[in-house]
């Protein structure tokens, strides 16, 4: 059974760089078709998806994100990594990591972390 963990820190000043950590066990993020993906909830509204990086390394990004997210990962640690600069209050949400077997683009995930609260002070 994969499972999945955010860790990163909870509050973060407008202006800088929110960088939160995806930790999966039970799997490898290299396993062939796999795609990792990052996922926010801001306070009152609906799921929006961020980004996502394959099995092979490559990345996606939202457009309207694209200029301010960047996501890696470490193969030897099996974790995959959010990075989103110059971050406002709009930022504040919890952010999911989540893993889904079949294209990105299909948005389908099998499996799911149990979120992490990010708020970006002013």
């Known amino acids: 059974q994969v499972q999945l963990q955010e860790s990163g820190p909870g509050l973060v000043k407008s202006s800088q760089t929110l960088s939160l950590t995806c930790t999966v066990s039970g799997g490898s993020i290299t396993t062939n078709y796999y795609a990792w993906s990052w996922i926010r909830q801001p306070p009152g509204k609906g799921l929006e998806w961020m980004g996502v990086i394959t099995y092979d390394g490559s990345t996606y990004y939202s457009p309207s994100l694209k200029s301010r997210t960047s996501i890696s990962r470490d193969t030897h640690k099996n974790q995959f990594s959010l990075q989103l600069s110059s971050v406002t209050p709009e930022d504040t949400a919890v952010y999911y990591c989540?893993?889904?077997?079949?294209?990105?683009?299909?948005?389908?995930?099998?499996?799911w972390g149990q979120g992490t609260q990010v708020t970006v002070s002013s």
């Open positions: 989540a893993a889904g077997r079949g294209p990105w683009y299909l948005y389908e995930y099998n499996y």
